[in-house]
């Protein structure tokens, strides 16, 4: 008698992937309902003192080896760090050394830097976001989860009798039954489709079940005509 049940490797790598896209999407619920909006909450304290400086993008940004940048100065008083995508954004803001007006360009930048401050660090649409990513892998975790759990109570076994068990079907099949074997991914993938007489096909998957090389063996002891050439 030959069994075959859950391969333990493709589970451990199935279940990993599951665990990964749950971690994403908590992290992603995490940004978007707790250290974003807080980041925002901190933009809005320390916003009139970053609007009444009326600095260029390179002075927010310049390093000073005592205290940081006056960026991080700024939001330094609430006890926290100048948020990385506000750096982003203002570094975006340079003036660029080939200008050919600078004077232009730095009124237009202060025009830009003066907008960047006035808006939330994270816009609503950033925090939506974050929502529908958590949604989206936490239903693709949930269908890695659940691939390993059905997969997991299904059973083949190949005995004198024929084959049955959960993977086969509510009935023993008889090996008298089977029309013909599909070799064609057996020795690359660990995959055979069995074709029945009454027109209905049935899959062993090697890598998805462990022993089914077991339950193959079983089959050509009871059946040799429908090795494969």
Request: glycine share 8%.
């Amino acid at each position: 008698m030959a069994e075959a049940k859950l391969n333990r490797e493709y589970a451990v790598r199935v279940a990993g992937v599951g665990a990964l896209l749950t971690g994403i999407c908590l992290w992603s619920l995490y940004d978007g309902l707790t250290a974003w909006p807080r980041q925002n909450r901190v933009m809005e304290q320390v916003r009139p003192a970053l609007l009444a400086t009326r600095l260029t993008a390179e002075a927010w940004l310049s390093p000073d080896e005592e205290r940081g940048t006056r960026l991080d100065a700024a939001f330094r008083s609430q006890g926290v760090k100048a948020p990385a995508k506000l750096v982003r954004k203002l570094g975006e803001l340079r003036i660029p050394d080939s200008a050919p007006d600078r004077d232009t360009a730095r009124a237009a930048q202060l025009e830009q830097v003066r907008k960047t401050l006035e808006q939330p660090v994270y816009s609503a649409r950033n925090l939506q976001t974050q929502f529908v990513q958590a949604a989206v892998t936490l239903a693709l975790a949930l269908c890695a989860f659940a691939a390993v759990g059905l997969k997991a109570v299904r059973r083949f076994t190949a005995d004198d009798t024929g084959l049955h068990g959960s993977g086969f079907g509510a009935r023993t099949i008889g090996y008298d039954e089977i029309r013909s074997v599909d070799w064609t991914r057996w020795d690359e993938k660990g995959i055979v489709r069995l074709a029945l007489k009454n027109g209905r096909r049935l899959t062993l998957d090697g890598w998805h079940f462990a022993g089914m090389t077991g339950i193959v063996e079983e089959l050509l002891r009871h059946r040799p005509d429908l090795r494969g050439k």
